[in-house]
């Protein structure tokens, strides 16, 4: 063994000692969880399109995203889900088209104090009216209020006594009927009638393609979608093939959620995709949250998630609203969902809660196929392999092949998975050892071959019990 201290010369009598920090255990790398999301800005943000920035206070981001755009409702849902969440803020490419607008025509005059509110998914913008307002008067305060309240996705303007209301950002799915905003005008002022809301519906579609183009490079863990259409989610699941590829090596999983009437049909998109990095969240009918701030607060959970395999059955998303009773999934929809691989959410203890988390994995060549239908494996694989690359790039990095580098990669495969059979996420290592095997490639002067089993453990879903009754 040739020994080289990497001390400098010198001439000077005395004992030298320098340090190696690389020589023992690593240990296993931290698991953290960086988020992208990926959304419009209004026209108050600076964020230039297709330019991967990240952030670190609430007020960076709405320099950067515009209050009250998409990109910051679904900046809000994430830390409102996880404050500690770390978020990289994407804009995509422009959408060629124009914002939905939504008009509602006051009249009357108050014959007693009230109040006259624009409500927007649940959020309630209000102002006082007294004795003796005109309906244009009161239209015109109205409007001042929504543009004096920052988080309002929407600017107001008033004419005469109608309020008009723009969404800040453009494109259809910002105004869809199941997933996107939802207004209503709303009047308690007597003498002040609030006519029925006209709305025209915003124009133009998203394309990731470009945002996805942007990110490629560089690996970000969650990547939330604000759209769940099937053209942007095969982009999206082509992009996480790609990247997560063995010559790139940057495992990722995406994350859109969407509104739907039944489970069946949620169930249908999933099995167009049908990947294990995809995931589709799906909430009944309607829910006082737009689809963007729901896949937002899903993906901050997901990377809340320091341990890869561990369940997240009943993990509530802090912040976001709960369905009306006639808007929640029954028991047997919730199956229908899990296994078309859609992740169902359900109310629980009042708040909206993951059911299971699964992937969009549910069959392999129309056949159901379970391993790779909980998004905790594909977890766990990714950090195994994080964890193996880690060990090779300290240890095995510029060395040559001599007669005992293969014992020795060997070994510290072994050593990194019985890591991680300590932390429960992988088990039975011992029983796998004959199949760790590092031998020299034939063909191929310089490489190494390596065969890594990777008994996962699962994670505990279920619990079958039968109770026998004795009288």
Same mark, same amino acid.
């Given at each position: 063994?040739?020994?080289?201290?990497?001390?400098?010369?010198?001439?000077?009598?005395?004992?030298?000692?320098?340090?190696?920090?690389?020589?023992?255990?690593? @240990?296993?790398?931290?698991?953290?969880?960086?988020?992208?999301?990926?959304?419009?800005?209004?026209?108050?943000?600076?964020?230039?399109?297709?330019?991967?920035?990240?952030?670190?206070?609430?007020? /960076? $981001?709405?320099?950067?995203?515009?209050?009250?755009?998409?990109?910051?409702?679904?900046?809000?849902?994430?830390?409102?889900?996880?404050?500690?969440?770390?978020?990289?803020?994407?804009?995509?490419?422009?959408?060629?088209?124009?914002?939905?607008?939504?008009? =509602?025509?006051?009249?009357?005059?108050?014959?007693?104090?009230?109040?006259?509110?624009?409500?927007?998914? +649940?959020?309630?913008?209000?102002? +006082?009216?007294?004795?003796?307002?005109?309906?244009?008067?009161?239209?015109?305060?109205?409007?001042?209020?929504?543009?004096?309240?920052?988080?309002?996705?929407?600017?107001?303007?008033?004419?005469?006594?109608?309020?008009?209301?723009?969404?800040?950002?453009? +494109?259809?799915?910002?105004?869809?009927?199941?997933?996107?905003?939802?207004? =209503?005008?709303?009047?308690?002022?007597?003498?002040?009638?609030? +006519?029925?809301?006209?709305?025209?519906?915003?124009?133009?579609?998203?394309?990731?393609?470009?945002?996805?183009?942007?990110?490629?490079?560089?690996?970000?863990?969650?990547?939330?979608?604000?759209?769940?259409?099937?053209?942007?989610?095969?982009?999206?699941?082509?992009?996480?093939?790609?990247?997560?590829?063995?010559?790139?090596?940057?495992?990722?999983?995406?994350?859109?959620?969407?509104?739907?009437? =039944?489970?069946?049909?949620?169930?249908?998109?999933?099995?167009?995709?049908?990947?294990?990095?995809?995931?589709?969240?799906?909430?009944?009918?309607?829910?006082?949250?737009?689809?963007?701030?729901? $896949?937002?607060?899903?993906?901050?959970?997901?990377?809340?998630?320091?341990?890869?395999?561990?369940?997240?059955?009943?993990?509530?998303?802090?912040?976001?609203?709960?369905?009306?009773?006639?808007?929640?999934? =029954?028991?047997? /929809?919730?199956?229908?969902?899990?296994?078309?691989?859609?992740?169902?959410?359900?109310?629980?203890?009042?708040?909206?809660?993951?059911?299971?988390?699964?992937?969009?994995?549910?069959?392999?060549?129309?056949?159901?196929?379970?391993?790779?239908?909980?998004?905790?494996?594909?977890?766990?694989?990714?950090?195994?392999?994080?964890?193996?690359?880690?060990?090779?790039?300290?240890?095995?990095?510029?060395?040559?092949?001599?007669?005992?580098?293969?014992?020795?990669?060997?070994? /510290?495969?072994?050593?990194?998975?019985?890591?991680? /059979?300590?932390?429960?996420?992988?088990?039975?290592?011992?029983?796998?050892?004959?199949?760790?095997?590092?031998?020299?490639?034939?063909?191929?002067? @310089?490489?190494?071959?390596?065969?890594?089993?990777?008994?996962?453990?699962?994670?505990?879903?279920?619990?079958?019990?039968?109770?026998?009754?004795?009288?």
């Amino acid at each position: 063994m040739n020994l080289n201290p990497n001390i400098p010369e010198t001439m000077i009598p005395g004992t030298y000692t320098g340090y190696n920090y690389y020589a023992g255990p690593n @240990g296993l790398p931290a698991n953290i969880q960086k988020v992208l999301l990926i959304g419009d800005v209004s026209s108050a943000g600076s964020l230039a399109a297709c330019k991967p920035t990240e952030v670190s206070s609430e007020q /960076e $981001a709405i320099a950067l995203a515009g209050a009250g755009s998409v990109l910051m409702q679904m900046y809000k849902a994430a830390k409102k889900a996880w404050k500690y969440a770390q978020i990289t803020l994407l804009r995509h490419a422009a959408v060629t088209g124009s914002a939905a607008t939504w008009e =509602s025509t006051l009249s009357g005059t108050a014959t007693a104090a009230g109040i006259v509110s624009v409500i927007i998914n +649940g959020q309630k913008i209000s102002v +006082g009216v007294a004795k003796t307002d005109t309906a244009a008067a009161v239209a015109t305060a109205l409007a001042a209020e929504v543009n004096n309240t920052p988080d309002a996705p929407v600017t107001a303007e008033a004419a005469t006594a109608k309020v008009t209301l723009t969404a800040k950002c453009s +494109g259809a799915y910002v105004s869809a009927a199941a997933g996107g905003l939802n207004v =209503s005008v709303t009047s308690e002022a007597t003498g002040i009638t609030a +006519g029925a809301v006209s709305a025209t519906a915003g124009v133009g579609t998203v394309d990731l393609t470009t945002a996805l183009a942007a990110t490629f490079p560089e690996r970000y863990h969650i990547i939330v979608s604000p759209v769940n259409d099937e053209t942007n989610l095969g982009k999206l699941k082509t992009h996480l093939e790609a990247a997560a590829a063995p010559l790139e090596q940057r495992g990722q999983r995406a994350i859109c959620a969407m509104v739907s009437a =039944s489970a069946t049909a949620a169930k249908t998109e999933a099995l167009k995709h049908n990947y294990e990095r995809l995931h589709i969240a799906a909430v009944k009918n309607k829910i006082n949250a737009t689809v963007w701030e729901i $896949a937002a607060g899903l993906g901050a959970i997901f990377a809340s998630n320091s341990k890869p395999n561990v369940p997240m059955n009943g993990v509530a998303i802090p912040g976001l609203a709960i369905p009306e009773i006639e808007d929640k999934w =029954s028991g047997e /929809e919730q199956d229908v969902l899990l296994y078309g691989g859609v992740i169902p959410l359900a109310e629980e203890d009042g708040q909206l809660c993951i059911v299971r988390a699964v992937t969009t994995k549910s069959n392999n060549s129309g056949v159901r196929f379970t391993k790779l239908i909980d998004t905790g494996v594909i977890a766990s694989l990714d950090y195994f392999r994080d964890a193996i690359l880690s060990t090779h790039k300290a240890k095995f990095k510029n060395k040559v092949i001599h007669a005992l580098l293969a014992d020795s990669i060997n070994e /510290e495969n072994k050593k990194v998975a019985k890591d991680l /059979e300590d932390e429960e996420i992988l088990r039975y290592i011992d029983d796998y050892a004959d199949q760790f095997i590092t031998q020299e490639s034939k063909n191929e002067p @310089g490489r190494m071959l390596c065969q890594i089993p990777a008994p996962v453990v699962p994670g505990l879903n279920q619990i079958y019990n039968t109770i026998d009754l004795y009288l």
